[in-house]
Each structure stands twice: as structure tokens, then as C-alpha cells.
């Protein structure tokens, strides 16, 4: 590293990794916890007249009025709500770290609950983004970009159960501007408790952002009850319906707050193509509906091939998951070898062991189609029975 730029560059970004997304090449894919089916062949032809109607010449429209709309629509956000959209969920995650408070800043609540006392870590005397451990990784990592402290609240080791009297007594020690969690948590899959996270929402001296990333694989949600608590927020994302190359997702809550974190919004964020794209799949939301149900029914389908494949063992746990990914614990120190194994025999799926002391031998699987699934459980199988 130069020197000039071990001056320049700050010394948290210094000590970062940026974020890594392996070569898939000639892989099957089931690392991203993406959607692996296509359009249908006619579906693809009308879509891509539509995009002929795009004017590329002329910046897509700031608002995104259509798209919003249509989002509105589909996904039955309440009317009186604000919406905000995002270059994926990772822009709005920014956005409102971006948002709430400069770095080396004390933040004044002017909510009557927070007394008039700084929002501010205890320890480090920071603005502080809190969220649960293990988690998505995009809030530590834009926690530290704009200077925010990040705390992690550690989910249980047993079952990865939120764990209330932690989580409540962080947020009193740390009074964190942001709270965010992910409903079903990324990376074990499963839900927490709703009353445990009512109990979260109204203890927040700051917003609460409930991020509902893999809402097509599960009936819970918090969209509906958006209203009830001043400080609540839900993200989402279009990726996991099938539409991971739109990068598009979409921030609901009062208006009041939509409006001022819209404000650090770069302009025209959606290109025209995204948001023409995006729109005219929520109007044909009927067959990415019927693509989500088919996953659900083989995410069910291929955690109770992965317990038969143990055959009672203890060579894999599988978790339970309402995501379209499962999370499996293999015997002490054979998550490495196994995901080696899996590559060296086309499949790519996510190694876990080391990201966080809870993962510890884990592997993260995707759902993918019945024949990459199986593809999966026989290289499985054949790994397992190779030790």
C-alpha cells in the first residue's frame, strides 16, 4: 500500500475486506439464495417489448411513479404509508445510516421517551446501528463506511432464538439510532418470536427497521402493521422473487421519515430500464408467484432429504428454514471439506465456518430446482460416505 494512500484512506475502511462474490462459472449455483427459474419464453418476448418503449436517451423518471405504484399494488403496502426505493436493499441500508447522524456526532432525541439525552454508544460515545448476530452482513459493513459503531446482539446457540434481555439491555446501554432485523434472519433462515420484536420496537429510542428480504417464502410480516409503533420501518427486495438483476428494493413507513431519508437519496438511483423491467414484472406477479411457491415446496422437500441423508448420524443438522435457503451444521471440522468437495464437483454453495463463532461448521444452501437439488444430494451423499 502507498503511502498516500494509507493517508487518505480512512483507517476503518483500511482494515475492511471488501465483499466477495465468487466465480460461479460453469457451476451450479446455489450460494446467493437467488430464484433459479427463468420467464417463460412468451413472457421474455413481451417484456422485452416493453423495454423498446424505454427512452434511454432521457434520465428515468426521479420518483419512479409507475414502479411505485405498481409496488403499492402487489405487495399491499398501506396507503397511508411513504415508500422509498433503492439500488437493492444495501442502497436503503445506506441511506438511512447516511441519514441519522454524522460521524463523531452526538445526535439530540427530540422524542419526549428519550428524555433529551444524546442517542449515543456508552462506551464509545458514537452513533450507533445495532442489529443481531449472526446477520446480514451489510449492516456491519455500512455501519463502519459511514463512521456509525456497529453492535451485534448475539442470537441463541441452540436455535438462533432472539434473545430478548440481550437485545433490550443493548438497546439501554447502547441507545442505537438503528435497529434492524431481518425477518426470517439471514443466514440461519429461521423467524423470530413477533412479540418479541414488538417488545424490541417499542424499547428503540431510535427507528427499527424490519427487514422482510425473503417475504415471498414466508406468511409473516410486519408491512401490515405499519402505523403501530412511530419508529418502525420495513425493507424489502424484489431480488428473491426472481428479479436479483434489477437490484431494486423498497423502504415503507411513515411519511415523515420516508421524506427526510429520502433526501440523501442520490438522484434518478432506478435506471429507466430497472424501473420498466420491475413494473412489468409486478404486473404479471402471477408467475413469479407460482415460482416462489415451487421453491417453498422443494426448500420443504430438500430439508427432509437433507435429515434422511444423515440417516441419524450426526454427519448433518439442518435447520429449520422460511427462507428459500437452508442453513446445515456438519461434524466438527468437515464444513471445509465438504464445500470443497461440492465445487470440485460443480456445485457452489456458501461456507459459513469462520464468518461468525455460531456458524461454526456450517454450510448455507440455496433452493434450487429439483435436478440441481438433487445433483446436491448425491454429491452429498457421496462425500459423506467418502468419510
Not at 445510516?97 to 428524555?115: K, S
Not at 434492524?180 to 434472519?185: C, E, G, L, T, V
Not at 432429504?305 to 471440522?333: C, H, K, M, W, Y
Request: proline share 7%; charged share 20%; with cysteine.
Amino acid at each position: 500500500m502507498s503511502h498516500l494512500v494509507e493517508t487518505l484512506i480512512r483507517p476503518e475502511i483500511q482494515a475492511l475486506k471488501a465483499y466477495d462474490v465468487p466465480d460461479a462459472t460453469g457451476l451450479i449455483k446455489l450460494d446467493a439464495m437467488e430464484n433459479p427459474y427463468r420467464w417463460p419464453e412468451a413472457l421474455r418476448d413481451d417484456w422485452l417489448a416493453a423495454l423498446r418503449e424505454a427512452e434511454l436517451n432521457r434520465y428515468p423518471d426521479p420518483q419512479a411513479r409507475d414502479l411505485q405504484a405498481a409496488l403499492r399494488e402487489a405487495m399491499a403496502i398501506p396507503p397511508d404509508m411513504g415508500v422509498l426505493l433503492g439500488n437493492g436493499s444495501d442502497e436503503l441500508i445506506q441511506m438511512l445510516a447516511l441519514a441519522v447522524a454524522a460521524p463523531g456526532e452526538q445526535t439530540r432525541a427530540d422524542a419526549a421517551e428519550a428524555g433529551g439525552e444524546a442517542l449515543t454508544n456508552a462506551t464509545s460515545g458514537r452513533p450507533t446501528l445495532l442489529s443481531l448476530d449472526p446477520g446480514f452482513v451489510m449492516y456491519r459493513m455500512i455501519a463502519r463506511f459511514v463512521g456509525l459503531e456497529y453492535v451485534g446482539v448475539a442470537l441463541s446457540a441452540a436455535d438462533f432464538a432472539l434473545d430478548l434481555d440481550a437485545t433490550l439491555a443493548a438497546l439501554e446501554h447502547h441507545r442505537p439510532l438503528l435497529t434492524f432485523i431481518a425477518y426470517p434472519n439471514n443466514p440461519t433462515g429461521n423467524l423470530f418470536d413477533p412479540a418479541v420484536i414488538e417488545r424490541i420496537i417499542a424499547a428503540s429510542p431510535g427507528l427499527v427497521i424490519v427487514d422482510e428480504a425473503y417475504a415471498p417464502f414466508t406468511d409473516a410480516s410486519f408491512l401490515p402493521r405499519l402505523g403501530d409503533w412511530p419508529n418502525l420501518l420495513v425493507m424489502r427486495t424484489v431480488s428473491k422473487m426472481g428479479l436479483a438483476g434489477l437490484r431494486l428494493g423498497y423502504l415503507a413507513g411513515p411519511a415523515d421519515w420516508i421524506e427526510q431519508i429520502d433526501k440523501v437519496r442520490l438522484p434518478y438511483n432506478i435506471n429507466c430500464l430497472s424501473q420498466a423491467s420491475a413494473t412489468f414484472a409486478l404486473r404479471h406477479r402471477d408467475v413469479l408467484d407460482a415460482q416462489t411457491e415451487t421453491i417453498r415446496s422443494e426448500r420443504d422437500r430438500l430439508a427432509s432429504a437433507l435429515a434422511e441423508l444423515d440417516g441419524g448420524q450426526g454427519r448433518l443438522e439442518p435447520f429449520p428454514s422460511d427462507a428459500n435457503f437452508i442453513l446445515v451444521r456438519t461434524r466438527p471440522g468437515r464444513a471445509g471439506a465438504l464445500f470443497t468437495g461440492l465445487r470440485e464437483r460443480g456445485l457452489l454453495i456458501k461456507h459459513l465456518d469462520g464468518s461468525h463463532p455460531l456458524l461454526a461448521d456450517c454450510l448455507r444452501i440455496t433452493v434450487g430446482t429439483p435436478d440441481e437439488n438433487a445433483a446436491l444430494l448425491a454429491a452429498l451423499a457421496a462425500l459423506l460416505d467418502d468419510h
